[in-house]
């Protein structure tokens, strides 16, 4: 067992070895929130078997990620069985120049089909120049209401878009089975916590480039880790988001946004569920 995992069990006043390793892993979920993700999960559980977590059966560990997604993901489902995909292992690619535009083109076509004015950003790591991402643009759109699914998924769908899940702060969209995987959508509400966590979280990587460094790291890690498990590749680099969780005085200016980036930082970087 990682001595991560020991130290926060300790400091929970938890026995990691004593009862049931899901129910060990969600009173160390209530104690620590976000900085306690799946991939702690699978550890807590291969250490009863003596082994680690990367070495627990892809199936089994797809037991215990749909278990825990519930409790990642308020609300978890998966919805359209046409969005299944055949499992896809993660490969990162060096930062490519043409990312940016590809986001413009897609913003453009999106604007289009929806019309209004939502608020459609380009999040993640392809978002962020320098920084090595699996090839796939994830734009974030911003509505009035995301549960209000009639507004805005059949408008996605005329764009190839499938509805793969939906959860408590947001819809996930991707390209059906067949397509390309070369875009995801998530969208939330406007002005709402999920919509101001991952731009904040952006803004902070694009302008600091030591967190964008250590980050970037531990995301060709983690891929080196879990080429065949994406929920784990997603939430590894979690904890190493704080290692730097410091004010990012470029791109939290005010005071209020400061005290934002404070609360968010001793909570854990925003990932999402994209299987």
Not at 34 to 47: C, Q, S
Not at 132 to 139: E, G, Q, R, T
Not at 162 to 191: I, K, M, N, W
Request: with cysteine; net charge positive; aromatic share 8%.
């Amino acid at each position: 067992m990682q001595q991560r995992l020991i130290e926060l069990s300790a400091a929970a006043g938890v026995d990691p070895n004593v009862g049931e390793p899901f129910a060990v892993w969600l009173r160390l979920r209530d104690t620590y929130g976000r900085r306690v993700t799946i991939v702690d999960l699978y550890e807590l559980v291969a250490a009863r078997v003596g082994s680690v977590a990367s070495e627990l059966p892809i199936r089994h560990r797809e037991g215990l990620s749909r278990a825990a997604l519930a409790v990642v993901y308020p609300g978890f489902q998966v919805v359209d069985q046409d969005s299944a995909r055949t499992p896809e292992p993660v490969v990162l690619c060096a930062y490519d120049d043409r990312w940016p535009l590809r986001f413009e083109q897609w913003r453009g076509r999106v604007a289009t089909a929806l019309g209004g004015r939502p608020r459609i950003e380009h999040v993640g790591s392809t978002s962020v120049p320098g920084m090595s991402a699996k090839p796939v643009i994830d734009i974030q759109v911003s509505v009035p209401d995301h549960s209000d699914e009639d507004a805005y998924v059949p408008a996605l769908r005329g764009l190839g878009m499938s509805r793969r899940s939906r959860e408590r702060d947001r819809r996930y969209l991707r390209p059906g089975a067949g397509s390309p995987r070369t875009v995801q959508f998530h969208v939330c509400d406007a002005g709402s916590q999920w919509e101001r966590d991952h731009l904040l979280f952006r803004d902070y990587l694009r302008s600091d480039r030591d967190s964008r460094d250590t980050y970037g790291r531990a995301k060709q890690e983690a891929a080196a880790t879990w080429r065949d498990d994406r929920i784990a590749y997603s939430e590894a680099p979690t904890g190493v988001a704080l290692v730097s969780a410091r004010t990012p005085s470029r791109c939290a200016g005010s005071r209020t946004r400061r005290r934002r980036w404070r609360a968010w930082s001793r909570s854990a970087a925003p990932t999402s569920a994209t299987t």
